[in-house]
């Protein structure tokens, strides 16, 4: 069982830089695939990053050159680095857990999932 705890949405300009946080329970946190998602009003939820185990990572097209996904194993948490955000970024952001690192673009995959952050960007 894991319990994940989301930390450091908010509101900020076009351009401005924003890190979110989650914080993982659970003595075997080094073992999860960790993910971060998004849903804006009236949309799907939408892959943003993941971070295996030993620090791979994947990124959507549309998050690749500005955002940055690491983890702290000894720590439990898992960090997203958003930099360059731009209006069309604005979601609630849920970070998630996933054991199998082939399906972690795949939100339905995931087992455990925090319970969001408002990101809101100003254009």
């Known amino acids: 069982q894991v319990q994940l705890v989301e930390s450091g949405g908010g509101l900020v300009q076009a351009g401005g830089s924003l890190r979110l946080s989650c914080a993982a329970s659970g003595r075997t946190f080094s073992r999860y695939v960790m993910g971060w998602f998004r849903q804006a009003p009236g949309k799907e939820r939408e892959f943003v990053a993941a971070?295996?185990?030993?620090?791979?990572?994947k990124y959507a097209k549309s998050v690749r050159d500005r955002f940055s996904i690491s983890r702290d194993n000894p720590k439990n948490t898992v960090d997203l680095q958003m930099n360059s955000l731009k209006p069309e970024d604005t979601a609630v952001y849920y970070c998630?857990?996933?054991?199998?690192?082939?399906?972690?673009?795949?939100?339905?995959?995931?087992?455990?999932w925090g319970q969001g952050t408002q990101v809101t960007v100003s254009s």
């Open positions: 998630a857990a996933n054991s199998d690192w082939f399906t972690a673009v795949d939100w339905r995959s995931y087992d455990y």
């Open positions: 971070i295996s185990w030993s620090g791979g990572n």
